[in-house]
């Protein structure tokens, strides 16, 4: 029963954070944007505005949740020993490319590419990996090309935006493996 009480708590604390300062000032913008569009294009565009929120929310929220559930799965699957060989210290100019091909893979937003980073971080991962990992997810994040970019942008300007995009995480990766700098990054917050 302690358990279960300990479990409840600790959703709700995280219920809170959710609706925290951002949530807040999302919902003002949406509701200011919402009353713009009423006062200025009249019910009927309000009307076609909020069917095709919906029809979008429709589409991309379970292909959404589906990724933060492959992304929190995947962390737990793949062994200590495996990141350390691939990508760690000694693993040299391929931990750069695997970490690219991974960074692509990862589905999601920051909230779950941010925690992969610092798990990889703790895994022994080396600093070229890391920024490879992370620039590859920003800009030529697979999930993103196909729930965000090929729907709403075109096959036309999607390729010509990855293709432009495919040689900067690599670089990035290199630039940093080979710059004097140490790491230090800071352990996440636990819910208050």
Same mark, same amino acid.
């Given at each position: 029963?302690a ?7 600790? =959703? ?66 793949i ?50 990996a ?33 293709s ?13 493996? =080979?710059m ?13």
């Amino acid at each position: 029963m302690a358990d279960q009480q300990g479990i409840k708590d600790k =959703y709700l604390k995280i219920l809170k954070k959710s609706f925290g300062p951002s949530l807040i000032i999302f919902a003002l913008l949406a509701i200011g944007s919402g009353l713009t569009v009423y006062h200025l294009k009249g019910p009927s565009s309000y009307e076609r505005a909020i069917i095709d929120a919906l029809e979008l929310l429709t589409f991309i929220g379970p292909r959404v949740g589906a990724a933060v559930i492959i992304a929190a799965f995947l962390q737990i699957l793949i062994p200590q020993e495996v990141i350390s060989r691939l990508i760690g210290e000694k693993a040299g100019i391929k931990s750069v490319f695997i970490a690219t091909v991974a960074g692509s893979l990862t589905p999601g937003g920051p909230l779950t590419s941010f925690p992969v980073v610092i798990a990889l971080y703790a895994s022994g991962a080396n600093k070229g990996a890391l920024v490879a990992y992370i620039t590859s997810w920003a800009m030529i994040g697979i999930q993103r090309i196909m729930v965000w970019e090929l729907p709403l942008l075109g096959p036309d300007i999607t390729f010509i935006r990855v293709s432009a995009s495919l040689l900067l995480p690599i670089i990035a990766g290199i630039l940093s493996l =080979y710059m004097p700098i140490r790491l230090t990054l800071t352990k996440p917050q636990e819910f208050k």
